[in-house]
């Protein structure tokens, strides 16, 4: 092996956004181990890998909810590879449904894989990265970490719950005096499987609300922010807007949210069948990290160049949560 060769463990590789960052790591000449629960997904996923970046790819089968899963595969990453240099956690499972037509089981399970997955991939880099101390964690969080939605409660909810542990883990890096360097990406609307795979109790079949991007703008974001000494990383300004405009008016935002949060997030199209999607079960099949939205995603963010001079554009950002601001208060009169 290489001395330069670095190591990144992405969770969730097996498709969408975890799918893309394995190939954006490996791009960069990183040798890379992927986790998610299809162990056939992710053996293709390797070897295509492996084919097109000519990096070692370890596809290992772990559900993240399983925190002695994602420990045993920890230690199997640095048996067969190395030290891991990077843990990139993004495995996330989910329902569409109004909380009235969730179950205590549905709301636990979507919570230990999106929360406790991503704090189990922590525990799992951190107690390795403080013995060498060196090392990066990015944890993939959303604009709805900070601003909820309706029918996605199972999902905000863990991901404002891994905000919240992030930011007490950091301020204990930072005590401790460890150069383990612990990051978020906070995600706008991604063009992955998800929207077809998801629980869906709502009758139609769902999607993203606009603008959408393609799985390889986030991506890019990943990599930026294992690379970069950048505390959080807002990609896209819709995110931008949406963390801002709760900032100002989130009673506002409440009552637009009502009228118009569900009819933005469905189709007029019927689910062809209401099955329990991905939530307790791996969907078996060949699915990459596009989803079915090609046509309407976009290849590019200006986030991503705002981010690195954000003194300049605080203020347009600013002005942007303003805009929506207004918006709002136009469609309530």
């Known amino acids: 092996m290489s001395e330069t060769r670095r190591i990144a463990v992405i969770t969730g590789a097996g498709a969408g956004v975890g799918r893309a960052a394995a190939d954006e790591f490996a791009r960069h000449g990183y040798d890379v181990a992927l986790l998610s629960r299809d162990g056939e997904r992710l053996a293709r996923a390797a070897a295509q890998i492996k084919g097109a970046f000519g990096v070692r790819a370890l596809a290992m089968s772990t ?73 990066t964690i990015v944890n993939v969080g959303s604009a709805l970490a900070y601003r909820s939605v309706p029918l996605q409660s199972v999902y905000c909810g863990a991901k404002f719950a891994i905000r919240g542990f992030t930011d007490s883990l950091r301020s204990e890096i930072i005590h401790d005096k460890l150069k383990v360097h612990l990051t978020v990406v906070e995600l706008p609307a991604i063009n992955t499987p998800q929207f077809d795979w998801a629980m869906n109790k709502t009758g139609k079949r769902a999607r993203p609300v606009a603008p959408i991007f393609q799985p390889e703008v986030a991506a890019r974001a990943i990599f930026f922010a294992a690379t970069h000494r950048r505390r959080e990383v807002w990609l896209g300004f819709s995110t931008v807007k949406a963390i801002l405009a709760n900032r100002i008016a989130p009673a506002l935002i409440d009552r637009y949210l009502a009228r118009a949060g569900y009819d933005g997030q469905l189709t007029d199209e019927p689910l062809e069948y209401n099955a329990a999607g991905n939530l307790f079960e791996a969907v078996p099949g060949d699915f990459g990290a596009h989803g079915r ?39 309530r009169s």
């Open 63 to 135: 559900d993240v909810a399983d925190a002695r899963a994602v420990e045993a595969a920890a230690s199997h990453v640095e048996d067969t590879l190395g030290p891991i240099d990077v843990w990139v956690n993004v495995a996330m499972a989910t329902a569409f449904a109004p909380v009235s037509a969730l179950t205590a089981e549905e709301i636990e399970r979507g919570t230990r894989v999106t929360y406790l997955g991503q704090v189990h991939g922590m525990m799992a880099a951190l107690s390795r990265m403080r013995t060498r101390n060196r090392g």
């Open 293 to 331: 939205f090609d046509d309407a995603a976009r290849q590019h963010s200006w986030e991503m160049f705002t981010d690195r001079h954000r003194s300049f554009f605080w203020g347009l950002a600013s002005l942007g949560a303003v805009g929506l601001l207004r918006f709002v208060a136009k469609k």
